[in-house]
């Protein structure tokens, strides 16, 4: 690629947009996730007996069984999510941006 095309799509402002949303968007999910997974991890270092109880008298399952499950759905959950925003708003702004750095 040459550089005064480069230069042109870095100058873009459909670009500037993209990735400060696409950038914006992937932190905020990212800090959901550690914030999920290390309240996880946190609770099992400082109240493991919280996650330890059962679910009902006599059940062989914890509360930390679907808390766990939950944990692992929701890292799941978030990349859909990414997904389906990329999909839907950054690749429009992707096509965009190519079509007109060559000029179409």
């Given at each position: 690629m040459?550089?005064?095309m480069v230069d042109r799509i870095k100058?873009?402002?459909d670009f500037?947009?993209?990735v400060k949303t696409r950038s914006k968007f992937a932190w905020i999910l990212t800090i959901v996730m550690l914030v999920i997974y290390f309240?996880?991890?946190?609770?099992?270092a400082f109240d493991p007996s919280l996650?330890?109880?059962p679910l009902s008298e006599g059940s062989?399952?914890?509360v930390g069984i679907p808390i766990g499950v939950g944990v692992i759905v929701s890292a799941f959950a978030l990349t859909g999510m990414?997904?389906?925003?990329?999909?839907?708003?950054?690749d429009e702004l992707t096509a965009k941006i190519?079509?007109?750095a060559k000029g179409e």
């Open positions: 040459k550089q005064e100058n873009d402002p500037i947009h993209l309240g996880f991890v946190l609770t099992i996650l330890g109880t062989v399952t914890t990414y997904v389906r925003r990329a999909n839907r708003e950054f190519k079509a007109k």
